[in-house]
């Protein structure tokens, strides 16, 4: 039998959980109808548009969208066949893969921003 301390403790989680997975959903759905994009996609695309030349490590990346490395870079190749990044070699050490935002992935993730943060607002603060 679990006390009254711990049933809240699990209550919280639980809430936590349906309300990620409310959010996830919307976005998910809202993303890939207006732009094709999925929830991690996205997110990708914002850490190369937000970081310093629009670019990143591949296990940054990966650690960011908070994926397994085979799906990270199941991930990257998605958003290379669609011209929205590409892979460089580091210039320092060979043997580092960079991810780099192309100007077609900028823009999409231009026009995908304004959907994201709409949802998000409707979704945790209940905007209109």
């Known amino acids: 039998m679990?006390?009254?301390?711990?049933?809240?403790l699990v209550d919280e989680w639980h809430g936590l959980l349906?309300?990620?997975?409310?959010?996830?959903?919307?976005l998910e759905h809202e993303l890939q109808a207006q732009h094709g994009l999925?929830?991690?996609?996205?997110?990708?695309?914002?850490?190369?548009?937000?970081?310093?030349?629009?670019?990143c490590r591949g296990q940054d990346l990966t650690n960011v969208?908070?994926?397994?490395?085979?799906?990270g870079s199941r991930?990257?190749?998605?958003?290379?066949?669609g011209g929205l990044v590409e892979r460089v070699m580091c210039d320092l050490?060979?043997?580092g893969i960079f991810v780099v935002l192309?100007?077609?992935?900028?823009k999409r993730y231009d026009?995908?921003?304004?959907?994201?943060?709409s949802v998000l607002a409707r979704t945790l603060r209940g905007d209109d």
Do not use: C, M, Y
């Open 18 to 26: 349906a309300r990620h997975a409310t959010v996830h959903n919307a």
């Open 93 to 95: 050490d060979r043997r």
């Open 111 to 117: 026009h995908a921003k304004p959907t994201h943060r």
């Open 75 to 81: 991930l990257v190749a998605r958003l290379e066949r």
């Open 65 to 71: 969208v908070h994926l397994s490395q085979s799906a």
């Open 2 to 8: 679990i006390d009254g301390s711990e049933q809240e």
């Open 38 to 55: 999925s929830v991690s996609e996205f997110e990708a695309l914002e850490l190369l548009a937000s970081s310093d030349h629009g670019k």
């Open 102 to 106: 192309t100007d077609e992935g900028h």
